[in-house]
């Protein structure tokens, strides 16, 4: 048998699995990367995150991405470079995260990389033609496996496509395994790029679970602030944001998009939600005299409206709402969304035990446990064995 594939077979048989996740998210701030130890599979998995950073992006990579993510209408050369240089930066850096926390790169198992959406594409979303759903990441993963001489695995969102799903959200496979509960009702909210949330009623099966997007998370914000104020990427602490005041109509305008009112499950992205789509409900209102902060108090406001409409049309009133991803840490989109949804009880997500800034890196370290050791029955009819495997050698 080639040494590779004995190789994977001698991860399969391990009872505990060391996995590096690799999260490149929406909001293209930088690469998140979890080190994990998992053990056991399916019903049985045990997680901890052993170490955690994020990497911000260099300015080189930082403006092919920002030049080629979510448009429909890109430069191929730079698509291309991007797919290679991002894959062998992504190498690169586990390397460096491996030798300031003294892990031996033998010691890991695998790399379960996410690589970053470039574009996403629902079928829902769009009018005008017969094709079906798509989603495409990039970082090329024989890259990875090449530079650190680690099995990964990559291009988790296909074989969902394939399934004839939208490819996303997949938190719906990690938050289960990991946090349902006999107990409580729950809903796992994480408010990255894009909002996605994760309904777990108490005691349930596989089936009953439901996860969707709700719009955007922080990323209408993030490209309002790095459009209109230099040297700010995000609105951090919301400073920005609370020294202006809705506008309601500008808010409502926001709020008419078909996204809000069709069925969940749905998933959308930047390629919709972005400084056009903003753009032109300021113009349908008619008025370009609404200030920079007022502007930001009221996409800070439009982003918890989503996320409130699609947990009020989901989720009865006697659930606890664990919220992650970067927007946690904005303190007037936390307290928008409590006002729109006071009968929640809101917690972050560190009570389930976890920091909520790794909980996406965590997440494509299960699936890759899953695809090299689960047990296929968990899930009922959805496939685990998710994403496509690079053997270094
Ligand atoms: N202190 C803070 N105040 C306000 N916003 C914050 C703060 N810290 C982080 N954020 C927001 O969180 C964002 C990063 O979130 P996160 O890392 O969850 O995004 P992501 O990985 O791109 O997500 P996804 O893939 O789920 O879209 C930042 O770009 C910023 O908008
Ligand atoms: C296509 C894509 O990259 N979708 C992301 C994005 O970021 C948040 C939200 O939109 C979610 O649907 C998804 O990521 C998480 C990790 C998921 O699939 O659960």
Redesign the pocket.
């Known amino acids: 048998m080639p040494t590779s594939l004995k190789r994977l077979t001698d991860i399969a048989q391990k009872t505990s699995r060391l996995i590096v996740g690799l ?1 490149s ?2 909001s293209l701030d930088g690469l998140d990367v979890a080190l994990c130890r998992i053990s056991g599979s399916g019903l049985n998995t045990k997680a901890e995150v052993l170490a955690f950073e994020t990497f911000a992006y260099p300015p080189e990579i930082a403006n092919l991405l920002e030049a080629v993510c979510f448009k429909p209408q890109v430069d191929l050369e730079k698509l291309c470079l991007l797919n290679a240089e991002l894959g062998r930066l992504h190498g690169k850096l586990v390397k460096q995260f491996l030798q300031k926390n003294k892990v031996d790169k033998e010691a890991v198992d695998a790399i379960a990389s ?1 690589g ?2 470039v574009y ?1 594409s629902p079928k829902k979303l769009r009018t005008e033609d017969s094709f079906g759903n798509a ?1 495409l ?1 990039l970082g090329d993963a024989d890259q990875i496996s090449t530079e650190t001489g680690i099995v990964t695995l990559s291009d ?2 296909q074989k969902n496509i394939a399934e004839g799903k ?7 496979y ?1 938050d289960y395994l990991l946090f349902r509960s006999a107990e409580e009702n729950r809903v796992l909210l ?1 408010i ?5 949330f ?1 309904l777990l009623p108490k005691n349930s099966s596989f089936q009953n679970v439901l ?3 709700t719009g955007p ?1 922080n990323t209408l914000m993030n490209q309002y602030v790095r459009a209109n104020f230099a040297n700010q990427s995000f609105d951090k602490d919301a400073t920005l944001a609370l020294q202006g005041k809705i506008d309601e109509a500008l808010l409502s305008t926001l709020l008419q998009h078909p996204f809000f009112t069709q069925p969940t499950p749905k ?3 930047p390629e919709l939600f972005n400084l056009h789509y903003l753009g032109d409900a300021i113009q349908k209102i008619g008025r370009n005299t609404i200030s920079k902060t007022d502007i930001l108090a009221t996409l800070n406001r439009f982003t918890a409206e989503g996320i409130a409409k699609a947990i009020n049309q989901n989720v009865d009133g006697h659930s606890s709402i664990f919220v992650s ?1 970067g927007g946690v840490h904005n303190p007037l989109l936390m307290q928008n969304l409590q006002s729109l949804l006071p009968n929640f009880s809101f917690k972050n997500f560190r009570a389930l035990g976890f920091n909520p800034d790794t ?2 890196a965590l ?2 370290a299960l699936l890759a446990n899953e695809t090299l050791a689960g047990d296929p029955s968990v899930f009922g009819e959805a496939t685990l064995s998710m994403g496509k495997i690079s053997l270094p050698d």
Do not use: C, W, Y
């Not at 939208?166 to 719906?172: H, T």
């Not at 990255?192 to 996605?196: E, F, L, Q, R, Y």
């Open positions: 999260m998210g929406t996410h970053q959406t996403h989603t990441q988790f969102r939208e490819g996303a959200p997949l938190a719906v990690g994480n990255g790029g894009i909002a996605n994760t996860s969707t997007d998370g998933t959308v992205g991803g909980k996406e997440l494509f």
